[in-house]
């Protein structure tokens, strides 16, 4: 019912930023808490921001609150990353999600589609 599809990954020295988009299609996408998560090297998959439907409540993990911003289009079908004051440890592969609840939520089992992610490797 949810398509979602992540662009804008790829290399980037420490201290740079990086935009990533996730385009979703289906005609509910606006009623949908969005989230992103990544995946390290060997790692499994981690919690990094979320948002709600209207955009009104948004919640970050702590290793990349201040520094990363989630934002989204819903005319667009877009949601956003922002990623600024990039480190080596924000290497991973990047998805984002989508939950039926109304909340911005970190538990990965609320989320019921899933992109397939976008590569994003920090150097240092």
């Known amino acids: 019912q949810v398509q979602l599809v992540e662009s804008g990954g790829g290399l980037v020295q420490a201290g740079g930023s990086l935009r990533l988009s996730c385009a979703a299609s289906?005609?509910?996408?606006?009623?949908?808490?969005m989230g992103w998560f990544r995946r390290a090297p060997g790692k499994e998959r981690e919690f990094v921001a979320a948002?709600?439907?209207?955009?009104?409540?948004?919640y970050y993990a702590d290793s990349v609150k201040g520094r990363f911003t989630i934002s989204r289009d819903n005319a667009a079908n877009t949601v956003y990353l922002q990623m600024n004051s990039l480190k080596a440890e924000d290497t991973a592969v990047y998805y984002c999600?989508?939950?039926?609840?109304?909340?911005?939520?970190?538990?990965?089992?609320?989320?019921?589609?899933w992109g397939q992610g976008t590569r994003v490797t920090v150097s240092s």
């Open positions: 999600a989508a939950s039926p609840t109304r909340a911005a939520i970190p538990h990965i089992r609320e989320y019921d589609y």
């Open positions: 948002i709600t439907w209207s955009g009104e409540s948004t």
């Open positions: 289906g005609r509910t996408f606006s009623s949908y808490t």
